[in-house]
């Protein structure tokens, strides 16, 4: 296993996470502007390839974040962000190709993510937030042990459901 790969099995394939690129940049663009993923996203709007190389980019270079492309095998179908968003915490954001999901990819990148988070930095929390309305991602992320958070502080609480998982 490489640095930034990790590996799970599902039946005869092999799920992993490898470390994004800037090679990745445009055709994770592509993906994060697809209407589809677009409709789970929390800001719901487009991003321009300007916005989005300068965000990438310092991102990539950034040790409180972690981007990783997820493969089926050999096959790209997703992307799994984590940000630290404080000296116990980080956030998790993860999103598939539509064709990839309701097969239960998601949670195992979800977990892999997740041990990829503990093993960077001494975090005790990871949040999740999802729309209300993604059921599907709710039940991966607690299928990994994320447990609902009130969030009356969230200025977005009408339409982002936040979960944390606790090491």
């Known amino acids: 296993m490489t640095k930034g790969t990790l590996l799970e099995s599902k039946g005869n394939s092999k799920l992993s996470l490898h470390s994004a690129r800037i090679a990745d ?5 592509d993906w994060r502007n697809d209407p589809w993923i677009m409709s789970f996203s929390g800001s719901q709007r487009t ?8 965000w990438f980019q310092n991102a990539l270079n ?25 000296a116990d915490h980080a956030t998790i954001s993860i999103y598939l190709l539509r064709e990839f999901c309701g097969k239960g990819y998601g949670t195992i990148a979800i977990g892999l993510a997740c041990e990829k988070a503990w093993s960077l930095w001494p ?4 949040d999740a937030f999802t ?3 993604n059921l599907a991602s709710e039940r991966s992320f607690k299928k990994n042990c994320f447990l609902p ?7 977005a609480a009408d339409h982002l459901f936040h979960l944390r998982k606790t090491r």
């Open 62 to 86: 950034d040790p409180a974040h972690s981007i990783d492309v997820i493969l089926l095998d050999d096959k790209e179908i997703g992307v799994v962000r984590l940000h630290r968003t404080g």
């Open 25 to 29: 940049s445009d055709k994770i663009l």
């Open 47 to 54: 991003v321009g390839s300007d916005e989005h190389r300068e």
């Open 149 to 155: 958070v009130e969030a009356a502080e969230d200025p």
């Open 131 to 133: 729309r209300k309305t």
């Open 123 to 126: 975090i005790s929390h990871i």
